[in-house]
């Protein structure tokens, strides 16, 4: 009870603080129509009209990982130079409980992108969103973003131990693009990338998501998404305490 | 029992150096330390920049492991028992970080409430009780990013308070606050020990730790140099003199020449504008004027006085021997 009250309020004070933010605003509000024009003009130049849906559900998802991304490499970072890092190390719950709010925030908040890319398409490319299976397309997107969110909290934990990892999610944010099929097919990938596929939240997110609006089996992907994210929730958990105890060692909760 | 216990307490850090030929570099932050605070204590911390205080304090509230020796709070382990160190402690480092800025000092303190596990039905009336007590009653809505240093230094104490810790740990709070806030601060310092908590302050503020600190532990380059309350940290030096000597233009070669004079045990030299102030401690009564006045042969001296020993001298004294 008291786990999930924190996470409550975590999770509150989180979108509080995202709202105030008029870089953040700026940044999930613009990108994904970038993000989703781009995509229908390919397709469009491709003469695949009949994917125009296919092209958004991926964007959009594109725009949902940007947002995890960036959202939990640059969370402990920024907590670290506002000199609030220490305090969550030194407060009596676990570290990753105080963190899981955070990354389910930015997750959260990367739902929009996914709801903007789809109004963007309706309203200037007149793609109607009539959708297979409805309710599982419900249930897909949320448990989607939460095994996203979960992923970050996985990649906000190395973020404790080294002060300029988040470098690293610049490198991440293309090729998980690309390895989940967000921006095409992962058929046309060499053959040796599929392991990297089968091990990523966001190529099963996709995958039940696209076969809820265009059909197609739902469940098996959408049991994948929530192994995979469970996984990552039991992961994070253990690099939370190891890597936190490593930095107490090293000495790189603060910037001095 | 000691409420705060720190035995042979060493902290070294590890960097390195150089860009392509990284060459390891190994700081002894914190040199085997000793200490107790007893039950309803309020013990000092007292050194320069750089001697070991924050390190000593981040290791006791759990935040570093110590690179040998032990800690207790409370009776528990640092490293050991860090969850239940952190359940029953607060503390509080001084300067502008350290607080959510975009959100308000309520939600600031709600939020922390909830990660020390002050109860829902407690939580709004804990949090304006310490508003009251820091005086931030009326301001609490407002966003922290719009408040000065003595405000968010306010907003600091509050959250180690909040959750009503058995012990305080006050990290320089009064640091760059004005004279009128560092008042108030120390009146809210003060307030703590009356209300039965054991306070572990850091500062390089004399008359801070001489109106507040039931003891001092003279800290310098990460040892303890001196030890005892206040009082006796000024005997320890009261059987000297101090002159003081205003001077121009005296430089290293001199200073080191008055430190040689016998029965000089410290020498430091404030700028002043354009002038020094030369403090010389001297060991008993012995008369040094003169020998001292000889090795300023050449330059130009002015006002030279003679007084009692501060607490200050005594700091100085201790922190310049070793």
């Known amino acids: ?256 | 029992m000691a409420v705060i216990e720190a035995i042979e307490l060493r902290r070294t850090y590890r960097t390195s150096t150089g860009v392509l030929r990284r060459k390891p570099l190994e700081v002894e932050a914190v040199r085997g330390i000793s200490f107790t605070v007893e039950q309803g204590e309020l013990f000092g911390l007292l050194g320069p920049n750089g001697a070991g205080k924050t390190t000593t304090i981040k290791m006791l509230i759990t935040l570093l492991l110590p690179t040998s020796g032990q800690a207790r709070v409370l009776g528990h382990d640092v490293v050991e028992d860090a969850r239940e160190v952190r359940k029953r402690i607060g503390y509080v480092f001084g300067g502008d970080r350290g607080l959510y800025e975009r959100l308000s000092a309520r939600d600031n303190l709600r939020y922390f409430a909830e990660l020390y596990g002050v109860s829902g039905k407690a939580q709004r009336t804990r949090i304006d009780e310490v508003l009251e007590l820091v005086g931030l009653k009326g301001r609490e809505q407002e966003r922290v990013e719009g408040y000065s240093r003595g405000m968010r230094q306010r907003l600091h104490i509050a959250r180690g308070i909040l959750h009503d810790p058995e012990v305080v740990f006050l990290d320089e709070p009064t640091i760059g606050v004005d004279p009128v806030g560092a008042r108030e601060l120390r009146r809210t310092i003060a307030d703590l020990i009356a209300a039965g908590k054991t306070v572990l302050l850091t500062t390089h503020y004399m008359f801070e730790a001489d109106t507040l600190c039931d003891r001092i532990a003279v800290i310098a380059k990460g040892r303890i140099v001196g030890e005892g309350t206040p009082e006796a940290l000024k005997a320890g030096v009261a059987e000297g003199r101090v002159t003081e000597i205003d001077a121009f233009g005296v430089d290293e070669a001199a200073v080191a020449r008055l430190r040689s004079i016998e029965g000089v045990t410290a020498v430091t030299v404030e700028e002043r504008e354009q002038k020094q102030l030369l403090v010389v401690q001297t060991t008993g009564d012995r008369e040094l004027t003169a020998p001292l006045l000889a090795e300023l042969d050449g330059f130009e001296v002015g006002r030279v006085s003679s007084r009692e020993p501060t607490l200050e001298d005594a700091y100085i004294a201790l922190v310049t021997a070793e």
């Open chain 1, 1 to 256: 009870m008291r786990s999930l009250k924190v996470v409550a309020s975590g999770f509150q004070m989180n979108l509080k603080m995202l709202g105030t933010s008029s870089f953040f605003l700026l940044t999930a509000i613009v990108q994904p129509i970038i993000f989703a024009t781009v995509a229908f003009y390919m397709f469009r130049a491709g003469g695949r009209n009949g994917t125009l849906l296919y092209a958004a559900l991926g964007a959009g998802m594109m725009g949902v990982w940007s947002t995890t991304l960036f959202g939990s490499g640059g969370m402990i970072q920024w907590q670290r130079w506002q000199g609030t890092l220490e305090l969550g190390a030194a407060a009596p719950p676990a570290m990753a409980l105080i963190y899981l709010p955070f990354s389910l925030a930015n997750a959260f908040t990367g739902m929009y992108a996914m709801a903007a890319t789809l109004v963007w398409g309706r309203l200037v490319f007149g793609i109607g969103l009539h959708l297979a299976h409805p309710w599982l397309f419900v249930l897909a997107l949320p448990a989607t973003v939460i095994a996203l969110g979960l992923m970050g909290l996985v990649l906000a934990s190395t973020f404790i131990l080294y002060r300029h990892a988040n470098a690293l999610s610049n490198l991440l944010e293309y090729p998980v693009w690309i390895a989940s099929g967000l921006v095409f097919s992962t058929s046309l990938l060499p053959i040796w990338t599929r392991p990297i596929s089968w091990v990523l939240p966001p190529y099963w997110g996709i995958l039940a998501i696209r076969h809820a609006a265009l059909g197609g089996a739902v469940w098996g992907p959408l049991g994948m998404v929530v192994l995979l994210g469970a996984a990552s929730l039991l992961i994070s958990t253990i690099t939370f305490r190891w890597f936190e105890h490593a930095a107490r060692a090293r000495a790189t909760l603060s910037l001095t």
